[in-house]
């Protein structure tokens, strides 16, 4: 298929009363607004998702229910941005379970392929880097990135004591 035949996967969000609305992976333009808009946010959230690797699948909605409770404003952005339309103010009035469903669709379309949220972390860290069109965000970038594979390898090596 040629690339200009490309269309994401999109995955439906059940809501109540039959209604539903659609989701795919989040883009580098998407992921670029997010920066922007919420880079406070975005340490949070790997230092709750920091060391993904470690993480299985069925241990997942914790941490995305955490995320919400704790960055209610990033996690609206995020489900407005994957479905497209709307905006933050419009998914933030969804019921907190269906947020949560949300981003675990969201996440995996965004992430499966590429293993991991740590490794898609790590390109956009690069990709911004060699951009170097905004000095100050490309550190910020990268401070997290660091402190993202030190918070990984102090896992494993956590891991390999026991």
């Known amino acids: 298929m040629p690339l200009a035949g490309y269309q994401p996967e999109h995955r439906v969000i059940q809501l109540a009363g039959g209604n539903s609305f659609e989701v795919r992976g989040l883009s580098l333009t998407d992921l670029s607004v997010l ?19 470690a993480v299985k699948p069925e241990d997942l909605q914790p941490l995305i229910t955490a995320a919400v409770s704790q960055m209610p404003g990033l996690s609206a ?15 933030a009035k969804l019921s907190g379970p269906v947020q949560v469903k949300a981003l675990m669709e969201i996440g995996e379309l965004t992430f499966a392929e590429v293993g991991g949220v740590g490794k898609a972390w790590e390109m956009v860290a690069g990709l911004l880097k060699m951009s170097k069109k905004n000095v100050k965000l490309t550190g910020q970038v990268d401070e997290v990135g660091k402190r993202v594979k030190a918070r990984s390898r102090a896992s494993t090596t956590a ?4």
């Not at 952005?77 to 998914?91: F, H, Q, R, T």
């Not at 891991?159 to 026991?162: C, T």
Request: hydrophobic letters at 55%; proline letters at 3%.
């Open 35 to 53: 920066i922007r808009e919420h880079m406070p946010d975005l340490d949070a959230v790997f230092d709750l998702f920091g060391h993904m690797d």
């Open 77 to 91: 952005n995020v489900i407005a941005l994957a479905a497209g339309e709307g905006d933050a103010s419009d998914a």
């Open 159 to 162: 891991s390999a004591a026991m």
